[in-house]
Each structure stands twice: as structure tokens, then as C-alpha cells.
């Protein structure tokens, strides 16, 4: 793990789209956002394989459920917030006849810029979570999710992947063979606290992990890109090793990552459990960073949840 | 009208003002997007000339009460197009000039895209595209609830109507015969990756308009002359729904950005925002 180089993880879905090229069944769908979810590097190099959908995501969505049926492999991407716009046709036309047509959501959660609340998707995780038969995601740099992103090739099911605008650390090395679907990646252990997180959050984690070792305080930090199947032995495991656990996305308390955990353990096996997320409030303009500590998610956030559970045992 | 100055000139001298208070908030723009090195520059500068029309001399509006329950609505349905919107709110007083500082900066009043929680004189909190239509009207049907006189218009863009929810509004606003509710088109014929051409045809928009039964009349969005003509033919014309298509260049009044689909979400980095201030005589 280097953590010096930075890249954005939407650069890594753009690669691997270039590299599922090979594979002729595969088709590219866009909506006026390719140049920033990074569909455009498909697009120029293979634009009879790609469908522009003009600024029409419902349309898009069951565009890509029909060529889904057909034996066509779509690949479908616009921002996470307009991939909602289309959420029923998502849920009635891709779901439910279980279609593997794979969406990426780009710009997903507050690190987004400065376009303020109406482009900062803070749900998206937790509505297609709550669908039957769909695979969510949210890798935490560009090599994870291009590795993923590669790997629904394989699965039968349809999937949404988040992905993040701005760079961030790259936290794995090319080619890591602990990147699968449905399992989550330890990188970091220590038996104080076990820090659970996804996308941007996972390299605040390791760096608050860092900072709480200098105080005495060792911590599991674990990459939980899928969010949905969840890695239910690991996070028993962790439950188990640690018995505290926190959760940090960059992402609603409600529903999410924080969600799915807090589902789990409550009902298998009962854990002190804090959620660093979103607040049920919505973003406004600002900085990525400044956004992270407008709404309490930053590293001095997951510092400061470390310690008051900790204080509670 | 709302500046009083405006009372009673002839026709060209109010062209001539109209086209000085544009190229005012053509510079305020440009410094804007310079500023944040964020934001959308082209289709706000598209847009400016028939902003500065409407606002100075058609709507009917209260700058230092913004929330006049009789004031005629204006929806910037592209929201992202704020810039132009933030420079005509602070030439009619409802913000400060000072204010426009604060674009897409934590905590300012200037949101990056248009939001009526936060910018007196924002009637619609917008961003995501083809929305607009719908809330005006509602708009339009709470004023004829009300038994007012206000008037509702909403700009939209040419790659926004492409949205699905565009065209539904469009039948509703039929059926209901909402004579009071007033569509601007910019048709600046370019949206966020490339032209509207290459994206998504939309062959003869005019005929699309009029085939789900609206009043249509096509103007240069660039002439004052013929702005201000179409906008008084948008309130006077009240017999069902209207829009006035606006033919109009992306990034208009900067030679660089006109045409250039580059900027329709992209700051100018130094050196072009000095020749930006030279060619709008800053
Ligand atoms: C529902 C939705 N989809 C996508 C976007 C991203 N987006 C922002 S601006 C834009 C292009 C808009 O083009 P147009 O309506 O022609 O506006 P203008 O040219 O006046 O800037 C796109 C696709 C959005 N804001 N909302
Ligand atoms: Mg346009």
C-alpha cells in the first residue's frame, strides 16, 4: 500500500471499460456525462459500440435492460444523483426481471466540488441496497475499481457501482488478489476498534488509524467495497475480535454502509457500534475537504467516534 | 419596470441601456467562474441578454422583498447556468454585488447551482435538469387558484428538454391551457459533453413545440430589440401556453468560449480571463 500516488476512482472505471473492450457483447451507455464519469475513453475509441441517450436517464436505464436481454453486456454511467432519477425503472425494468445490466454512478456522495446539495448523492448506496438481486459498490480508488468493475463480467445479477470524482490515495497495488466482489479487504490490524469504510473514507480511515496508533489505540481498518452482498463473516469476525466497530462513508447514516452493519450485528451479534456519515441533512457548495468537515465526516470525526466508544467500555 | 431609470426611454436608448447592463454581468460572470475556477460559464453568457430583458422590463418584482407573494416567478430550470442568474439578481439590488463573491464558497448565498433556500430572489431550487417545467406549473396553477395576475416563465435549455419529464409538462401545460406560463429556450445547440447535434437530434424543435399545441416564436437571442419584442408578445399572448425559442451562441461576448463546448463547465485559467476582460471592456 503507498498511498503517495493519487487518482480518482472514476479513472478506474474508465479503464476498465477500455479493457473489457475484447469482449464484443459489450456496449457503453451515456447521457450527456461521459466526459466525467469517464465513459469517454470508451466512446472514442469504440463509438459504434456506445449509445449516447442525450440527457435521459430513465430512457437510458431501460435502453440498457433491453439490450441486457438481448445478450448484450451494458454498461451504463452518469452521475450517482441522475442515476436515481431513473430509481423505479431501475427497480421494475432492471431488478425485478434481474437483468445484469451494471450502472456506475460517478460524483457519488459530498467530496464532489463545489456544485452544492442538488449534485451530492447521499442516498444512492441505501435505495439500491434495498433492491432484490442488485450488487452495490463503492471502491475506494481507481485500481479497486477497475479490478471490480472487470469482474462483473462474471456475475448474473445487476449492479450499481459509486464511484468518486476527486483523487484520492491510491490505496492497492495493480493486480491485488484480495479484490473480489462481496468480500471486504483488511489492510490494516490492531484489536482496539475495527473501522469498517467505503470509497473516499477508506484512505481517511487508515489515515485516522495512523493517528489513533500514536496515541495507543490500534486499529482494523477495512475496505467494505460491496456494500451489498455484505462480507457478513468478516464483519462477524471483526465483531468478534474487536467488539467495537465504526462505520465511515461518505454517505447517509441511514441505509448505507452503516446501515447494513448495523443490521447485522444487531441481530447476530449484538456490538458497540458508532456511524460516521451524513447526519439527515443535506451538502451545500464548498471544497471536498470542507464539506467532509461541515458534515462530521473527516478524519478528526472518525478520530473522535474511536474515542468516545472507547470511553464506553 | 424595476429600474426606474429605464421609465420612458425610446426604443434604441433602451436597447442601448439593456446591452450595457448585459455586458456589466458578462464580466461579473467571468470573474465568477474565474473566482471559484468552477461553474459554467458558456450557458450563462448565452443566457445573460435575455435574463437582463426579462428582468428589467418585464417582470414584475420587488427586490427588497423578494418573497412578495404577487411577484411574477422566474425558474432558472438549468440551475447550473447560475452565474448569469446571481449577476442579474445583484444588478436588480436583491443581492449585493459582494455577494457574487461567495460563489460556490462554503457558506455564501451563491450556491453552485441555483437554490431558493439560500439566494433571495431564487424561486426554484434546480441542478437537476427538466424540472423546472413541472414546478412552474404548479406556479401557473396556484395563480389562477389565487385569482392573480402574476405570470410564471421558466428558462430552459436545449439539452435539458431532452429529459422526459420535460416533454410530460408540455402535454399538462396544454391541457390546462396555462396562459400564464411562459417558456424561454436557450438553444445555444451545444450541452455538457458536446453539440446537441452529435448528443441527441432533436430535428425541428419549433414544430416539436407546436405540435403539443403551445404558442411558438423564434427569436436571436442576442438582439435586445427582438428580445424585448418577444418577451412582451410572451405576456400579452395568454391564451394557453408559450415559449419564446431563443437562438443564442454558447459563451457568447467571449471569443474563445463561443461555440466551444469546452466551456460549457470549465473556469478560465489566467491568461484567458485577462483577454475575457479586455474583450468585454473591463
Ligand atoms: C438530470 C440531469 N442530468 C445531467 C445533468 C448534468 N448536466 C449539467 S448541465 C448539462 C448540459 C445542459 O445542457 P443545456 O440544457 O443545453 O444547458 P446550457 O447549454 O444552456 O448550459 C448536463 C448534462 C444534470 N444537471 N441533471
Ligand atoms: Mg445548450
Known amino acids: 500500500m503507498n498511498m503517495t500516488e493519487l487518482a480518482a476512482s472514476r479513472d478506474g472505471y474508465g479503464n476498465a471499460l477500455i479493457s473489457m473492450s475484447g469482449d464484443p457483447k459489450l456496449v457503453v451507455l451515456e447521457a450527456d456525462l461521459g466526459k466525467s464519469t469517464k465513459s469517454c475513453w470508451f466512446r472514442d475509441k469504440f463509438p459504434e459500440r456506445t449509445v449516447s441517450c442525450g440527457i435521459g436517464e430513465q430512457n437510458m436505464m431501460l435502453v440498457a435492460a433491453g439490450l441486457a436481454s438481448s445478450g448484450f453486456k451494458p454498461f451504463a454511467s452518469t452521475f450517482a444523483i441522475f442515476t436515481e432519477r431513473a430509481f423505479e425503472q431501475v427497480r421494475n425494468g432492471i431488478c425485478r426481471p434481474n437483468l445484469p445490466v451494471h450502472i456506475c454512478g460517478s460524483h457519488g456522495g459530498t467530496h464532489t466540488g463545489t456544485d452544492g446539495s442538488s449534485a451530492q448523492s447521499i442516498e444512492d448506496l441505501a435505495i439500491y441496497r434495498s433492491l432484490p438481486n442488485m450488487v452495490v459498490m463503492h471502491p475506494c480508488d481507481d485500481v479497486s475499481t477497475e479490478i471490480l468493475t472487470k469482474k462483473l463480467l462474471e456475475i448474473k445479477s445487476p449492479s450499481y457501482t459509486r464511484t468518486a470524482r476527486n483523487k484520492t490515495p491510491r490505496v492497492y497495488d495493480l493486480d491485488d488478489s484480495r479484490i473480489q466482489i462481496g468480500k471486504g479487504v483488511k489492510l490494516r490490524s490492531g484489536s482496539d476498534v475495527a473501522i469498517i469504510a467505503c470509497g473516499v473514507m477508506v484512505s481517511k480511515s487508515l489515515e485516522a488509524a495512523k493517528k489513533l496508533s500514536e496515541r495507543g489505540i490500534e486499529a482494523t481498518v477495512v475496505d467494505m467495497h460491496t456494500i451489498k452482498p455484505l462480507d457478513e463473516e468478516l464483519v462477524h469476525q471483526l465483531a468478534s475480535e474487536c467488539k467495537l466497530i465504526v462505520t465511515v462513508e461518505d454517505h447517509s447514516v441511514i441505509g448505507g454502509l452503516g446501515g447494513a452493519v448495523a443490521e447485522y450485528l444487531s441481530e447476530n451479534i449484538p456490538t458497540i457500534l458508532r456511524r460516521v456519515g451524513v447526519r439527515d441533512r443535506f451538502g451545500e457548495s464548498g471544497q471536498a475537504e470542507e464539506m467532509l468537515e461541515l458534515l462530521k465526516i473527516s478524519t478528526n470525526d472518525i478520530i473522535d467516534s474511536v474515542l468516545e466508544i472507547k470511553e464506553k467500555v | ?282
Open chain 2, 1 to 282: 419596470m424595476v429600474l426606474s431609470r429605464l421609465n420612458g426611454l425610446g426604443d434604441d436608448e433602451l436597447v442601448g441601456e439593456l446591452n450595457e447592463i448585459a455586458r456589466k454581468c458578462r464580466i461579473e460572470i467571468v470573474k465568477m467562474v474565474y473566482r471559484a475556477q468552477a461553474g459554467h460559464p458558456g450557458g450563462s453568457l448565452s443566457e445573460i441578454d435575455l435574463l437582463t430583458a426579462l428582468y428589467s422590463t418585464q417582470l414584475r418584482i420587488k427586490p427588497k422583498e423578494p418573497k412578495w407573494h404577487d411577484r411574477d416567478r422566474f425558474i432558472l430550470s438549468k440551475g447550473h447556468a447560475s452565474p448569469g442568474m446571481y449577476a442579474i439578481l445583484a444588478e436588480m439590488g436583491f443581492i449585493q454585488h459582494t455577494d457574487l463573491e461567495s460563489y460556490r464558497v462554503l457558506g455564501g448565498i451563491c450556491q453552485g447551482h441555483v437554490d431558493m433556500k439560500f439566494t433571495p430572489g431564487v424561486d426554484f431550487s434546480a441542478g437537476s435538469l427538466g424540472m423546472g417545467l413541472s414546478f412552474g406549473i404548479g406556479c401557473a396553477l396556484a395563480s389562477r387558484f389565487d385569482n392573480s395576475e402574476r405570470e410564471c416563465y421558466v428558462m430552459l435549455g436545449d439539452g435539458e428538454i431532452q429529459e422526459g419529464s420535460v416533454w410530460e409538462a408540455m402535454m399538462a401545460a396544454k391541457h390546462h391551457e396555462l396562459g400564464n406560463l411562459n417558456v424561454i429556450l436557450d438553444c445555444n445547440r451545444i450541452q455538457n459533453d458536446d453539440f446537441v447535434e452529435s448528443q441527441m437530434r432533436m430535428f425541428s424543435i419549433p414544430d416539436k413545440w407546436i405540435s403539443f399545441g403551445w404558442n411558438v416564436k423564434e427569436i436571436d437571442g442576442h438582439d435586445m430589440k427582438e428580445i424585448v419584442e418577444g418577451l412582451r408578445w410572451l405576456k400579452e399572448n395568454n391564451e394557453g401556453p408559450s415559449v419564446l425559442i431563443a437562438n443564442t451562441i454558447k459563451g457568447k461576448g467571449v471569443s474563445y468560449m463561443e461555440n466551444n463546448p469546452k466551456f460549457h463547465g470549465a473556469a478560465p485559467n489566467e491568461e484567458q480571463y485577462e483577454m475575457a476582460m479586455k474583450e468585454l471592456g473591463e
